[in-house]
Antibody, heavy 119, light 107 residues
Framework: QVQLQESGPGLVKPSETLSLTCTVSGGSISTYSWTWIRQPPGKGLEWIGY???????NYNPSLTSRVTISVEKSKNQFSLELTSVTAADTAVYYC?????????????WGQGTMVTVSS | DIQMTQSPSSLSASVGDRVTITCRTS??????LHWYQQKPGKAPKLLIYAASNLQSGVPSRFSGSGSGTDFTLTISSLQPEDFATYYCQRGYIIPWTFGQGTKVEIK
């Protein structure tokens, strides 16, 4: 069965770029779309954006000027880059895959990775 | 943007109780509404998709209903493992958004 695993630095300095990778195992990245979601400590969930297996990426308008999601098919990975981070970007970041036949109901999630923005 | 209101923000209930959580949107989203359960330190788990479809492996005491702008998650008989935070999430129009969450606590 498909499993997702996030990886990347747990600490990023303000104004720098947050970079995370999600490794897909047990299935091909060349189908489905792939999504990033985050959750600040003690708060709710925020959809960041998704990249479809074909077509253009879609981002949350609140983040679109700072975010890039890309796929590395040869590594069966997809990535998140968030530029010019501030303390407000401190959160657990999840990668997720939607249920077959949907784009927006997420049945497979990574375990999440905590990213702290601090000097 | 389509506004979402999830209520209540928290509730206290006993094992065996029937629990209802609602989610309301400011525009018609047809049936593009999903429900998740999240336990501390864990990723959310999909319970219900497209308003009323029970995700594989989820106990039948969970059910969803609604369409358009008003949606409901019902737990017919609360079990000890159901104490958690529940989120609705809409699709349809980007940005997809989550409700504020409902924390279900033990009475």
């Amino acid at each position: 069965q498909v499993q997702l695993q996030e990886s990347g630095p747990g600490l990023v300095k303000p104004s720098e770029t947050l970079s995370l990778t999600c490794t897909v195992s047990g299935g091909s990245i060349s189908t489905y779309s792939w999504t990033w979601i985050r959750q600040p400590p003690g708060k709710g969930l925020e959809w960041i954006g998704y990249i479809p297996y074909s077509g253009t990426t879609n981002y949350n308008p609140s983040l679109t000027s700072r975010v890039t999601i890309s796929v590395e098919k040869s590594k069966n990975q997809f990535s998140l880059e968030l530029t010019s981070v501030t303390a407000a970007d401190t959160a657990v970041y999840y990668c997720a895959r939607p249920l077959g036949g949907t784009n927006d109901a997420f049945d497979i999630w990574g375990q999440g990775t905590m990213v702290t923005v601090s000097s | 943007d389509i506004q979402m209101t999830q209520s209540p923000s928290s509730l206290s209930a006993s094992v065996g109780d029937r629990v209802t959580i609602t989610c309301r949107t400011s525009q018609n989203i047809f049936r593009y509404l999903h429900w998740y359960q999240q336990k501390p330190g864990k990723a959310p788990k999909l319970l219900i998709y497209a308003a009323s479809n029970l995700q594989s492996g989820v106990p039948s005491r969970f059910s969803g209903s609604g369409s358009g702008t008003d949606f409901t998650l019902t737990i017919s008989s609360l079990q000890p493992e159901d104490f958690a935070t529940y989120y609705c999430q809409r699709g349809y129009i980007i940005p997809w958004t989550f409700g504020q969450g409902t924390k279900v606590e033990i009475k």
